[in-house]
Protein backbone atom coordinates (compact mmCIF):
# COMPACT_ATOMS: atom_id res chain seq x y z
CA UNK A 1 0.00 0.00 0.00
CA UNK A 2 1.19 3.30 -0.96
CA UNK A 3 1.56 5.67 2.56
CA UNK A 4 -0.54 8.71 2.20
CA UNK A 5 0.53 11.96 0.02
CA UNK A 6 -0.05 15.52 -0.18
CA UNK A 7 2.28 18.34 -0.32
CA UNK A 8 1.93 19.43 3.94
CA UNK A 9 1.64 15.69 5.89
CA UNK A 10 4.39 14.96 7.64
CA UNK A 11 2.86 13.21 10.57
CA UNK A 12 4.28 11.82 14.06
CA UNK A 13 4.37 8.32 15.07
CA UNK A 14 1.71 6.07 15.26
CA UNK A 15 0.81 7.71 11.35
CA UNK A 16 4.41 8.17 10.87
CA UNK A 17 5.32 4.16 10.58
CA UNK A 18 4.17 3.84 6.50
CA UNK A 19 6.24 6.66 5.37
CA UNK A 20 9.28 5.43 7.27
CA UNK A 21 9.31 2.35 5.85
CA UNK A 22 7.73 3.56 1.98
CA UNK A 23 9.52 1.88 -0.67
CA UNK A 24 12.57 3.73 -1.60
CA UNK A 25 10.08 4.84 -5.11
CA UNK A 26 7.75 6.52 -3.59
CA UNK A 27 9.82 7.98 -1.16
CA UNK A 28 11.98 9.66 -3.84
CA UNK A 29 8.59 10.64 -5.56
CA UNK A 30 7.45 12.41 -2.40
CA UNK A 31 10.66 13.88 -1.99
CA UNK A 32 10.84 15.26 -6.02
CA UNK A 33 7.32 16.77 -5.79
CA UNK A 34 8.56 18.56 -2.56
CA UNK A 35 11.99 19.42 -4.18
CA UNK A 36 10.12 21.38 -6.61
CA UNK A 37 7.63 23.05 -4.45
CA UNK A 38 10.30 23.80 -2.29
CA UNK A 39 12.76 25.47 -5.58
CA UNK A 40 8.88 27.41 -6.35
CA UNK A 41 8.40 28.97 -3.11
CA UNK A 42 12.29 30.16 -2.55
CA UNK A 43 11.90 31.65 -5.97
CA UNK A 44 9.44 33.60 -5.07
CA UNK A 45 9.47 34.29 -1.52
CA UNK A 46 13.21 34.24 -0.78
CA UNK A 47 15.36 36.64 -2.36
CA UNK A 48 18.64 35.14 -0.98
CA UNK A 49 18.32 32.24 -2.88
CA UNK A 50 16.75 34.30 -5.66
CA UNK A 51 19.67 36.39 -6.46
CA UNK A 52 22.12 33.37 -5.91
CA UNK A 53 20.13 31.64 -8.61
CA UNK A 54 19.50 34.21 -11.34
CA UNK A 55 23.16 35.56 -11.04
CA UNK A 56 24.09 31.76 -11.99
CA UNK A 57 21.06 31.70 -14.57
CA UNK A 58 19.01 29.11 -13.02
CA UNK A 59 15.44 29.05 -12.63
CA UNK A 60 13.41 26.55 -10.79
CA UNK A 61 11.42 25.39 -13.57
CA UNK A 62 14.70 24.10 -14.75
CA UNK A 63 14.90 21.13 -11.75
CA UNK A 64 12.37 18.48 -11.44
CA UNK A 65 14.95 15.77 -10.09
CA UNK A 66 17.41 14.76 -7.31
CA UNK A 67 20.03 14.73 -9.93
CA UNK A 68 19.27 17.72 -11.51
CA UNK A 69 19.60 19.49 -7.43
CA UNK A 70 23.49 19.66 -7.74
CA UNK A 71 22.58 22.14 -10.37
CA UNK A 72 22.39 25.33 -7.89
CA UNK A 73 24.91 26.23 -5.71
CA UNK A 74 25.99 25.06 -2.50
CA UNK A 75 25.74 27.51 0.31
CA UNK A 76 27.46 28.36 3.87
CA UNK A 77 27.40 29.73 7.02
CA UNK A 78 29.56 32.57 5.50
CA UNK A 79 26.59 33.51 3.06
CA UNK A 80 24.13 33.11 6.10
CA UNK A 81 26.62 36.37 7.70
CA UNK A 82 27.05 37.96 4.69
CA UNK A 83 23.33 38.44 4.44
CA UNK A 84 23.08 39.28 7.61
CA UNK A 85 25.60 42.27 7.40
CA UNK A 86 23.63 43.45 4.09
CA UNK A 87 20.22 43.25 5.25
CA UNK A 88 20.05 44.10 8.99
CA UNK A 89 18.42 42.41 11.11
CA UNK A 90 17.19 38.89 10.42
CA UNK A 91 19.12 38.84 6.43
CA UNK A 92 16.84 37.94 3.55
CA UNK A 93 17.42 34.26 3.59
CA UNK A 94 13.99 34.17 6.16
CA UNK A 95 11.91 35.14 3.09
CA UNK A 96 8.30 36.69 3.13
CA UNK A 97 6.09 34.13 5.11
CA UNK A 98 4.03 34.56 8.28
CA UNK A 99 6.47 33.73 10.89
CA UNK A 100 5.36 33.07 14.62
CA UNK A 101 8.63 32.64 15.79
CA UNK A 102 12.51 33.13 15.74
CA UNK A 103 15.36 30.56 17.00
CA UNK A 104 19.25 30.75 16.99
CA UNK A 105 21.75 29.38 16.21
CA UNK A 106 24.32 28.16 19.14
CA UNK A 107 27.02 30.50 17.78
CA UNK A 108 29.61 28.24 18.13
CA UNK A 109 31.12 28.61 14.71
CA UNK A 110 30.66 32.35 14.49
CA UNK A 111 27.85 34.50 15.41
CA UNK A 112 24.58 32.59 16.47
CA UNK A 113 21.72 33.41 13.56
CA UNK A 114 18.23 34.42 13.77
CA UNK A 115 16.00 31.40 11.74
CA UNK A 116 12.62 32.16 11.62
CA UNK A 117 9.84 28.97 12.09
CA UNK A 118 6.22 29.74 10.40
CA UNK A 119 3.49 27.53 12.43
CA UNK A 120 3.44 24.99 9.68
CA UNK A 121 7.54 24.91 10.56
CA UNK A 122 7.14 24.44 14.07
CA UNK A 123 4.67 21.71 13.94
CA UNK A 124 6.60 19.54 11.16
CA UNK A 125 9.51 19.75 13.54
CA UNK A 126 7.87 18.98 16.63
CA UNK A 127 6.19 15.59 14.74
CA UNK A 128 10.09 14.79 13.39
CA UNK A 129 10.90 14.83 17.58
CA UNK A 130 8.17 13.11 18.22
CA UNK A 131 9.51 10.45 15.55
CA UNK A 132 12.78 10.54 17.36
CA UNK A 133 11.55 10.24 20.82
CA UNK A 134 9.15 6.88 19.31
CA UNK A 135 12.53 5.19 17.39
CA UNK A 136 14.32 5.80 20.79
CA UNK A 137 11.80 3.74 22.78
CA UNK A 138 9.42 6.22 24.75
CA UNK A 139 5.94 5.62 24.77
CA UNK A 140 2.93 7.49 26.06
CA UNK A 141 2.78 8.34 29.30
CA UNK A 142 6.32 7.84 30.32
CA UNK A 143 7.89 10.87 32.25
CA UNK A 144 10.46 13.23 30.16
CA UNK A 145 12.23 15.16 31.89
CA UNK A 146 14.12 17.88 29.40
CA UNK A 147 17.15 19.78 30.83
CA UNK A 148 18.20 21.61 27.43
CA UNK A 149 18.27 25.66 27.63
CA UNK A 150 15.11 27.03 27.09
CA UNK A 151 16.94 29.97 25.29
CA UNK A 152 16.90 31.34 21.80
CA UNK A 153 18.70 27.84 20.97
CA UNK A 154 15.64 25.36 19.38
CA UNK A 155 16.13 22.10 21.23
CA UNK A 156 14.71 22.42 24.44
CA UNK A 157 11.04 23.69 22.83
CA UNK A 158 11.18 21.58 19.58
CA UNK A 159 12.14 18.32 21.97
CA UNK A 160 9.13 19.41 24.45
CA UNK A 161 6.46 19.81 22.06
CA UNK A 162 7.85 16.21 20.03
CA UNK A 163 7.56 14.45 23.78
CA UNK A 164 3.86 16.41 24.22
CA UNK A 165 2.90 15.08 20.90
CA UNK A 166 3.89 11.49 21.64
CA UNK A 167 2.12 11.56 24.80
CA UNK A 168 4.90 11.69 27.49
CA UNK A 169 4.56 13.53 30.45
CA UNK A 170 6.87 16.19 29.95
CA UNK A 171 8.96 17.96 32.83
CA UNK A 172 10.63 20.98 31.09
CA UNK A 173 13.27 21.62 33.60
CA UNK A 174 15.78 23.17 31.77
CA UNK A 175 19.51 23.47 31.98
CA UNK A 176 21.07 24.01 35.79
CA UNK A 177 20.67 27.40 34.92
CA UNK A 178 17.18 27.34 35.26
CA UNK A 179 16.41 24.55 37.70
CA UNK A 180 19.74 23.81 40.10
CA UNK A 181 21.30 20.65 39.30
CA UNK A 182 20.77 18.93 42.86
CA UNK A 183 17.11 19.74 42.60
CA UNK A 184 16.89 18.21 39.01
CA UNK A 185 18.48 15.20 40.81
CA UNK A 186 15.48 15.24 43.28
CA UNK A 187 13.00 15.69 41.00
CA UNK A 188 14.57 13.01 38.90
CA UNK A 189 14.36 10.50 41.76
CA UNK A 190 11.13 11.48 43.35
CA UNK A 191 8.91 11.75 40.47
CA UNK A 192 10.50 8.41 39.24
CA UNK A 193 11.68 10.44 35.23
CA UNK A 194 12.35 7.57 32.39
CA UNK A 195 14.04 9.78 29.88
CA UNK A 196 16.74 12.31 30.36
CA UNK A 197 16.73 14.56 27.27
CA UNK A 198 19.68 16.86 27.47
CA UNK A 199 23.51 17.29 26.15
CA UNK A 200 25.72 14.61 26.76
CA UNK A 201 28.11 17.34 29.19
CA UNK A 202 25.17 18.14 31.59
CA UNK A 203 23.88 14.53 31.60
CA UNK A 204 27.23 13.55 32.93
CA UNK A 205 27.10 16.13 35.22
CA UNK A 206 23.87 14.98 36.74
CA UNK A 207 25.78 11.66 37.40
CA UNK A 208 28.51 13.81 39.46
CA UNK A 209 26.00 15.77 40.90
CA UNK A 210 23.95 12.67 42.28
CA UNK A 211 27.00 10.48 43.45
CA UNK A 212 27.86 13.64 45.69
CA UNK A 213 24.37 13.83 47.05
CA UNK A 214 25.41 10.15 48.38
CA UNK A 215 22.56 8.52 45.78
CA UNK A 216 23.11 5.64 43.80
CA UNK A 217 22.99 6.45 40.10
CA UNK A 218 22.88 2.96 38.83
CA UNK A 219 20.16 2.15 41.47
CA UNK A 220 18.48 4.59 43.35
CA UNK A 221 16.57 6.19 39.82
CA UNK A 222 13.97 4.76 37.40
CA UNK A 223 15.57 6.03 34.06
CA UNK A 224 15.95 4.04 31.29
CA UNK A 225 17.24 5.63 28.65
CA UNK A 226 19.05 9.25 28.02
CA UNK A 227 18.03 10.91 24.71
CA UNK A 228 20.90 13.18 23.31
CA UNK A 229 21.57 15.92 20.51
CA UNK A 230 23.29 19.79 20.04
CA UNK A 231 26.49 17.97 21.16
CA UNK A 232 28.26 14.92 19.64
CA UNK A 233 27.66 12.53 21.58
CA UNK A 234 31.48 10.50 21.26
CA UNK A 235 31.39 6.81 22.03
CA UNK A 236 33.13 7.21 25.37
CA UNK A 237 30.88 9.68 25.87
CA UNK A 238 27.87 7.22 25.24
CA UNK A 239 29.57 4.20 27.09
CA UNK A 240 30.12 6.32 30.20
CA UNK A 241 26.80 7.83 30.77
CA UNK A 242 25.06 4.09 29.88
CA UNK A 243 27.37 2.68 32.62
CA UNK A 244 26.77 4.89 34.94
CA UNK A 245 23.29 5.48 34.78
CA UNK A 246 22.59 2.43 33.75
CA UNK A 247 20.23 3.41 30.33
CA UNK A 248 20.21 2.92 26.84
CA UNK A 249 21.71 6.17 25.31
CA UNK A 250 20.47 7.71 21.95
CA UNK A 251 21.91 9.90 19.96
CA UNK A 252 20.45 12.23 16.86
CA UNK A 253 22.10 15.00 14.52
CA UNK A 254 20.55 18.45 13.96
CA UNK A 255 20.89 21.67 14.13
CA UNK A 256 18.86 25.05 14.62
CA UNK A 257 18.90 25.39 10.72
CA UNK A 258 17.47 22.32 9.67
CA UNK A 259 15.05 21.52 12.59
CA UNK A 260 15.53 17.71 13.02
CA UNK A 261 16.25 16.12 10.40
CA UNK A 262 17.97 12.45 11.65
CA UNK A 263 17.55 10.16 14.83
CA UNK A 264 19.18 6.75 15.64
CA UNK A 265 16.85 4.06 16.30
CA UNK A 266 17.07 1.39 18.87
CA UNK A 267 19.84 -0.56 16.99
CA UNK A 268 21.98 2.81 17.60
CA UNK A 269 23.83 2.19 13.99
CA UNK A 270 24.01 5.61 12.13
CA UNK A 271 20.87 8.50 12.35
CA UNK A 272 18.11 7.63 9.70
CA UNK A 273 17.62 10.74 8.07
CA UNK A 274 13.70 11.70 7.99
CA UNK A 275 13.80 11.72 3.84
CA UNK A 276 10.04 12.78 3.28
CA UNK A 277 11.12 16.33 4.66
CA UNK A 278 15.18 16.49 4.11
CA UNK A 279 17.20 16.12 1.37
CA UNK A 280 21.10 14.72 2.58
CA UNK A 281 24.13 14.88 0.12
CA UNK A 282 27.82 14.33 0.97
CA UNK A 283 29.92 16.85 -1.22
CA UNK A 284 33.50 16.48 -2.06
CA UNK A 285 35.58 18.95 0.47
CA UNK A 286 37.53 20.73 -2.60
CA UNK A 287 34.99 20.57 -5.27
CA UNK A 288 31.43 20.29 -3.21
CA UNK A 289 30.10 17.75 -6.11
CA UNK A 290 28.28 15.03 -4.49
CA UNK A 291 29.72 12.48 -3.98
CA UNK A 292 29.22 8.62 -4.83
CA UNK A 293 26.96 6.74 -1.73
CA UNK A 294 29.60 5.60 0.75
CA UNK A 295 32.53 8.18 0.40
CA UNK A 296 33.09 10.50 3.44
CA UNK A 297 32.85 14.26 2.25
CA UNK A 298 30.77 17.38 3.83
CA UNK A 299 27.29 17.11 5.11
CA UNK A 300 24.79 19.03 2.43
CA UNK A 301 20.97 19.53 3.77
CA UNK A 302 18.05 21.13 2.09
CA UNK A 303 15.26 21.27 3.92
CA UNK A 304 12.13 20.72 1.76
CA UNK A 305 9.12 20.97 3.97
CA UNK A 306 10.45 24.62 5.45
CA UNK A 307 8.19 27.73 4.51
CA UNK A 308 10.49 30.84 6.40
CA UNK A 309 14.21 30.10 6.57
CA UNK A 310 14.62 27.28 4.57
CA UNK A 311 17.92 25.57 3.74
CA UNK A 312 18.89 24.86 -0.54
CA UNK A 313 22.25 22.63 -0.20
CA UNK A 314 23.09 23.96 2.94
CA UNK A 315 26.52 22.70 4.22
CA UNK A 316 26.63 21.88 7.33
CA UNK A 317 30.59 21.97 7.63
CA UNK A 318 29.86 18.28 9.30
CA UNK A 319 32.16 15.34 7.84
CA UNK A 320 30.04 11.90 7.30
CA UNK A 321 29.13 9.32 4.44
CA UNK A 322 25.69 7.30 4.19
CA UNK A 323 26.06 3.98 5.39
CA UNK A 324 25.16 1.29 3.16
CA UNK A 325 22.35 -1.26 3.09
CA UNK A 326 18.89 -1.55 5.13
CA UNK A 327 18.97 -1.04 8.62
CA UNK A 328 17.77 -3.96 10.91
CA UNK A 329 14.83 -2.39 11.96
CA UNK A 330 12.70 -2.01 8.91
CA UNK A 331 12.93 1.51 8.56
CA UNK A 332 13.80 2.28 4.62
CA UNK A 333 14.92 6.09 5.29
CA UNK A 334 18.93 6.31 4.83
CA UNK A 335 21.45 6.34 7.07
CA UNK A 336 24.01 8.55 7.86
CA UNK A 337 27.02 7.60 9.61
CA UNK A 338 28.39 8.86 13.03
CA UNK A 339 29.68 11.81 12.12
CA UNK A 340 33.34 12.62 12.54
CA UNK A 341 33.48 15.95 13.60
CA UNK A 342 32.57 19.11 12.00
CA UNK A 343 35.27 20.15 9.36
CA UNK A 344 35.32 24.01 11.33
CA UNK A 345 36.39 22.13 14.62
CA UNK A 346 38.97 20.26 13.24
CA UNK A 347 42.16 21.28 14.47
CA UNK A 348 45.57 20.93 12.88
CA UNK A 349 48.26 20.52 15.59
CA UNK A 350 51.92 20.13 14.18
CA UNK A 351 50.59 19.42 10.53
CA UNK A 352 48.44 16.26 11.91
CA UNK A 353 44.20 16.65 11.94
CA UNK A 354 43.33 16.14 15.28
CA UNK A 355 39.55 16.11 16.33
CA UNK A 356 38.90 17.15 19.93
CA UNK A 357 37.15 14.45 20.91
CA UNK A 358 39.69 12.30 20.45
CA UNK A 359 40.77 13.14 23.96
CA UNK A 360 37.68 11.41 25.56
CA UNK A 361 38.91 7.97 24.82
CA UNK A 362 41.60 8.82 26.92
CA UNK A 363 39.78 10.20 29.26
CA UNK A 364 37.42 6.62 29.30
CA UNK A 365 40.55 4.82 30.54
CA UNK A 366 41.10 6.75 33.87
CA UNK A 367 38.08 6.22 36.28
CA UNK A 368 39.60 8.74 38.64
CA UNK A 369 38.59 11.56 36.31
CA UNK A 370 35.07 13.00 35.72
CA UNK A 371 34.18 13.90 32.06
CA UNK A 372 35.05 17.48 32.13
CA UNK A 373 38.16 19.07 29.96
CA UNK A 374 39.06 21.95 27.96
CA UNK A 375 41.76 21.64 25.32
CA UNK A 376 43.98 25.04 25.21
CA UNK A 377 46.17 25.00 21.83
CA UNK A 378 49.11 27.63 22.14
CA UNK A 379 51.94 28.49 19.94
CA UNK A 380 55.34 28.97 21.09
CA UNK A 381 57.61 30.09 19.30
CA UNK A 382 57.04 27.94 16.17
CA UNK A 383 55.61 25.01 17.64
CA UNK A 384 52.00 24.35 18.65
CA UNK A 385 51.49 23.34 22.69
CA UNK A 386 48.06 21.41 23.24
CA UNK A 387 47.26 21.57 27.23
CA UNK A 388 44.70 19.46 28.48
CA UNK A 389 42.52 20.93 31.45
CA UNK A 390 40.62 18.37 33.25
CA UNK A 391 39.17 17.18 37.02
CA UNK A 392 39.77 15.13 39.58
CA UNK A 393 36.73 12.81 40.92
CA UNK A 394 38.64 13.69 44.87
CA UNK A 395 41.61 16.24 46.18
CA UNK A 396 43.23 12.81 47.26
CA UNK A 397 43.15 11.72 43.71
CA UNK A 398 45.02 15.47 42.68
CA UNK A 399 48.50 13.74 42.23
CA UNK A 400 51.85 14.34 39.96
CA UNK A 401 51.75 10.23 39.44
CA UNK A 402 47.78 10.85 38.43
CA UNK A 403 49.08 14.03 35.74
CA UNK A 404 51.46 11.54 34.78
CA UNK A 405 49.07 8.56 33.58
CA UNK A 406 47.19 11.07 31.85
CA UNK A 407 49.50 12.49 29.65
CA UNK A 408 50.78 8.81 28.92
CA UNK A 409 47.24 7.47 27.99
CA UNK A 410 47.09 10.48 25.86
CA UNK A 411 50.07 10.19 23.57
CA UNK A 412 49.19 6.36 23.66
CA UNK A 413 45.46 7.89 22.35
CA UNK A 414 46.44 10.76 20.10
CA UNK A 415 49.74 10.13 19.27
CA UNK A 416 50.53 14.09 20.44
CA UNK A 417 52.26 15.19 23.47
CA UNK A 418 50.06 16.66 25.14
CA UNK A 419 50.46 18.39 29.11
CA UNK A 420 47.87 17.46 31.73
CA UNK A 421 46.77 20.23 34.20
CA UNK A 422 44.79 18.57 36.85
CA UNK A 423 42.05 20.62 38.85
CA UNK A 424 40.01 19.50 42.14
CA UNK A 425 36.33 18.14 42.06
CA UNK A 426 33.91 20.37 40.49
CA UNK A 427 36.35 23.40 39.56
CA UNK A 428 36.11 22.65 35.75
CA UNK A 429 32.40 22.16 35.59
CA UNK A 430 32.14 25.28 37.60
CA UNK A 431 34.92 27.17 35.12
CA UNK A 432 33.58 26.01 32.22
CA UNK A 433 29.63 26.57 33.23
CA UNK A 434 28.80 22.88 32.32
CA UNK A 435 25.47 23.46 34.26
CA UNK A 436 24.79 27.06 32.25
CA UNK A 437 25.64 26.75 28.99
CA UNK A 438 23.63 25.78 25.87
CA UNK A 439 26.52 23.83 24.65
CA UNK A 440 29.67 22.97 26.02
CA UNK A 441 32.66 24.54 25.31
CA UNK A 442 35.72 21.89 24.55
CA UNK A 443 38.45 23.92 22.85
CA UNK A 444 40.24 27.10 23.46
CA UNK A 445 42.49 27.88 20.32
CA UNK A 446 44.62 31.08 21.30
CA UNK A 447 47.26 30.51 17.93
CA UNK A 448 45.59 33.17 16.22
CA UNK A 449 46.09 35.90 18.88
CA UNK A 450 49.61 35.72 19.26
CA UNK A 451 49.03 34.95 22.77
CA UNK A 452 51.40 32.69 24.62
CA UNK A 453 50.87 31.15 28.32
ZN1 LIG B 1 17.06 1.51 12.12
Request: proline share 6%; glycine share 8%; with cysteine.
Amino acid sequence: MRPKFSLDYYPAPPESASIESASREFLQETQEARLRALLRRAWERVPFYRQRWESAGLRPEGIHTLRELELLPVVGRKDFEESLRLHPPFGNYQGDFDAVRVQTSSGTSGKPKPFFQTQNDWDVVANFWARRFHAQGVRPGEIVQIVFAYSLFIAGFTATEGAMRLGSLVVPAGSGAITASERQVRILKEWGTQVLVGTPTYVLHLADVAEKMGLDTRRDFSLRRTIHTAEPLSEPARKAIEDRWKVTAYDSFGSVETGAPTFECEYQDGYHINEDGYLFEILDPESLRPLPDGEEGLVAVTSLFKEASPVIRYNLEDVSSFLPGPCRCGRTFRRLAKVRGRASEMLKIRGAVFYPTMVETALEKIPELTREYLLVVDRVGQLDCVTLQVECRSEEGNTPLLKSRVEKELRATTGLSIEARLFGPGELARALQVAERVKSKRILDRRGEGHVS
